[in-house]
């Protein structure tokens, strides 16, 4: 029995200490440890090669851990430490340096995951043209198809996605929607020329592969902003060849201020346009106008629910205008539609001097003409004071016209008797 253990002990000593070199159905280890299956009597060139020569049965390598619990197939170059063994029942492939996968000319390298049979599941491909996620056929750099992207990360500031521009002459790069492939319903992007931008852009309708060059907004690197036009030479210019507007809505309905635009300078506000609903149980408005003083904020002007306008006063009433204050003009020019050169007419009745006497005696004015109170009260129309002066001025010239003929009359009676008198002293003397 001893010497049974002993001769088998020698025999294993002497097949590890001779090189082996094995044939079995074309199966190599050769004397340099490589090992090759289907390779034949030819030294196998590597560690491993597989080779086969039946078209039927195609190259390929199968190993299992038959679903162990705890099991790991681990495929690598890393140290023990880098293993992945928290992937259990798994089979990983892991490098401690570079990962070289490669499919010569057109050859495509696929990932998949979820074959529960022949046929085959959603894949992952890589291709010359690109890397396709849910389909087989990618036309772009990335092609994702019935599924999404999710970029997350926890850290803060500066992760994001970049687009690095690298040409020196004009250029557009955007992200787009599209429907079947054709035009852009909408995209966002930007276009400039080398390293300097032109403007960035939002945009959209168009048939083009991008819409950089009929944006609707954009958005230029002095912080301008242009609706409708890419050369904006305001804060906010918005352009467009018929009427254009732009709308400021209120979802409540509340009494009171609904809106408003604002002008703040280093952080005080120095003038306000604002809207005012000025009746609950309506949509009846003002408009108000604000300007800052020492004290602050002062409504200044007002456009009423009624057209008028206020001026230094936020109750215009039923003037067109009101001004709360003093108004300097080098000319007004008011429209008339009567005008009293009926005064000269041969049929006008002038007032006898003697009736406009005893009226001014009785109230302290003359006829037609408020009175100081009345005045101070209801406040003068100008033109229809205007009208009253101008018809008193053309009466009083009537009177004075009636006048000079008395005047001229009693000059020619008193010169005629003069003429008498002197030859009266003739014939006395």
């Given at each position: 029995m001893h010497k049974i253990s002993i001769a088998l002990a020698a025999l294993v000593v002497a097949a590890v200490s001779l090189p082996v070199c094995l044939y079995a159905q074309e199966n190599t280890i050769g004397t340099t440890g490589n090992v090759g299956i289907g390779t034949g009597a030819t030294a196998p060139p590597n560690r491993l090669t597989i080779e086969s020569t039946n078209p039927i049965v195609a190259n390929y390598i199968r190993m299992e851990h038959k679903g162990i619990p705890n099991s790991l197939l681990f495929f690598g170059t890393a140290p023990s430490n880098y293993q992945v063994t928290l992937q259990q029942n798994a089979n990983v492939l892991e490098s401690y340096t570079d990962l070289h996968l490669s499919a010569a000319n057109t050859g495509r390298i696929f990932f998949e995951t979820g074959r529960t049979g022949t046929a085959a599941p959603v894949r992952t491909i890589l291709t010359n043209t690109g890397l396709g996620i849910g389909t087989l056929t990618p036309t772009t750099s990335l092609n994702v198809d019935g599924g999404a992207i999710r970029h997350k990360n926890p850290a803060g500031y500066p992760f994001g996605i970049n687009i690095d521009v690298d040409f020196p002459a004009g250029w557009a790069r955007e992200y787009s929607f599209s429907y079947g492939a054709t035009g852009k319903i909408f995209a966002w992007g930007a276009t400039g020329t080398g390293n300097?931008?032109?403007?960035?852009?939002?945009g959209g309708n168009s048939t083009a592969d991008v819409v950089s060059a009929t944006p609707w907004m954009v958005f230029k690197p002095n912080g301008n902003v242009g609706i409708g036009t890419?050369?904006?030479s305001q804060r906010l210019e918005i352009y467009t060849a018929g009427s254009s507007s732009m709308q400021l809505t209120n979802s409540s309905d509340v009494l009171g201020s609904v809106g408003a635009v604002r002008f703040n300078m280093a952080?005080?506000?120095?003038?306000?346009?604002?809207?005012?609903?000025?009746?609950?149980t309506g949509r009846q408005s003002a408009l108000k106008f604000s300007v800052r003083d020492d004290a602050?904020?002062?409504e200044a002007m007002r456009i009423a629910d009624n057209g008028s306008v206020g001026i230094g006063t936020t109750s215009p009433g039923s003037y067109k205008l009101a001004v709360a204050g003093t108004i300097a003009a080098?000319?007004?020019?008011?429209?008339?539609?009567?005008w009293p050169d009926?005064?000269?007419n041969k049929d006008y009745k002038l007032p006898d001097l003697s009736e406009v006497e005893q009226y001014i005696n009785a109230n302290q004015h003359l006829p037609e003409i408020p009175s100081a109170a009345e005045v101070k009260k209801e406040g003068l129309d100008l033109r229809e004071m205007n009208e009253k002066l101008l018809r008193k001025v053309e009466e009083l010239t009537l009177y004075l016209i009636e006048e000079n003929k008395k005047n001229r009359a009693q000059q020619e009676?008193?010169?005629a008797l003069k003429a008498e008198v002197s030859q009266l002293k003739v014939k006395v003397q």
């Open positions: 300097a931008l032109n403007y960035g852009y939002i890419t050369a904006p952080g005080s506000e120095v003038s306000t346009i604002e809207a005012e609903r000025t009746i609950a602050g904020l002062i080098r000319r007004v020019k008011v429209t008339q539609e009567t009926y005064v000269f009676t008193i010169e």
